[in-house]
């Protein structure tokens, strides 16, 4: 069984920085490809980033590239999503995914077999 925990969400001001992490328990985390999404009140879960199982290779939305930068430790077993340049419209609750289906970067949220329970982002104009 595979666990996801997120954390480093908050208040901030726009045009600051956040850097939210994602610890997971399972023993094959190198073999996972993860993804951050969002969801914002009223809104469907959109892709924000995702990257392979060797970090090697990542893909962004594209309201979110040259902002935010997503990273894995493979030997901690944790991903980032380093978020700058913040704006009001990046807040959401921010879930963390990974696949066991693929080893390649995906946005479609149904390729993830697990979430975690993600972490609020909020950012103040």
């Known amino acids: 069984q595979v666990q996801l925990v997120e954390s480093g969400g908050g208040l901030v001001q726009a045009g600051g920085s956040l850097r939210l992490s994602c610890i997971c328990s399972g023993r094959t985390f190198s073999m ?3 993804g951050w999404f969002r969801q914002a009140p009223g809104k469907e879960r959109e ?52 696949s066991i289906r693929t080893n390649l970067p995906s946005r479609t949220r149904h390729d993830y077999d697990y979430w ?6 909020t950012v103040s104009s």
């Open 32 to 34: 996972y490809a993860m």
């Open 47 to 98: 892709f924000v980033a995702s990257i392979n199982w060797s970090g090697g290779s990542t893909d962004y939305a594209d309201s979110v590239k040259d902002r935010f930068t997503i990273s894995r430790d493979n030997a901690k077993k944790t991903m980032y999503l380093q978020m700058n340049s913040l704006k009001p419209e990046d807040t959401a609750v921010y879930y963390c995914s990974a």
């Open 116 to 121: 975690g329970q993600g972490t609020q982002v």
